[in-house]
């Protein structure tokens, strides 16, 4: 299943040794999404949307392929159906309402009655080019091709750096990753 971005703010205790006191401090709780996952939707709010009919084996890789041979900038996948689209017009719902299983993938939920799990296109897309993004194996949420070779290049200025931050990090026996 998908993450979702969720800002809370609010107050909580924390102990002043200075002082010896307890006091109260704000703080703001994030917990963040999956880069390139932009929520669940109502089906309607998608802006520009076809509705290419996939069936039982649909999948958000599945799906994500599909809009890019659409030029769309977002899939949407929705129950059985993949919708592709150039935005969303809309604040996302919450989690809960996005929770059927995809068909050809247990692993991932494909929407809901009359609402869509949207993602951007670039995700799992072998050679993303960007100056700011994320890097995802090939077909990425769903599995690779056992013969996919996938080559990013990354140019900075030589004043910059280039930083990694990963959420998940696997490279199964067998595969391998150079930097």
């Not at 050809?104 to 009655?113: A, K, L, R, V």
């Not at 949207?118 to 013969?147: D, L, N």
Request: charged share 15%; hydrophobic share 30%; proline share 6%.
């Amino acid at each position: 299943s998908s993450s979702v971005a969720n800002n809370i703010e609010g107050m909580f205790n924390i102990f002043d040794p200075e002082t010896g006191e307890w006091k109260d401090a704000p703080y703001v709780q994030i917990t963040c999404a999956d880069p390139g996952y932009f929520g669940c939707f109502d089906r309607g709010h998608i802006v520009d949307g076809q509705t290419i009919p996939m069936g039982v084996m649909i999948t958000v890789d599945r799906c994500i392929a599909t809009c890019v041979n659409y030029a769309s900038h977002i899939a949407a996948v929705s129950q059985q159906d993949c919708l592709c689209g150039s935005d969303v017009n809309s604040y996302s719902r919450p989690p809960l309402f996005c929770t059927a299983p995809c068909g050809g993938s247990s692993t991932q939920t494909c929407g809901g009655n009359g609402r869509a799990e949207v993602y951007q296109t670039w995700v799992g897309v072998c050679g993303y080019r960007e100056t700011t993004g994320a890097i995802y194996s090939p077909q990425y949420p769903g599995t690779y091709s056992r013969s996919e070779n996938c080559t990013w290049e990354l140019n900075v200025a030589s004043d910059k750096v280039i930083k990694f931050y990963y959420n998940v990090w696997e490279v199964p026996a067998g595969d391998r990753l150079v930097i």
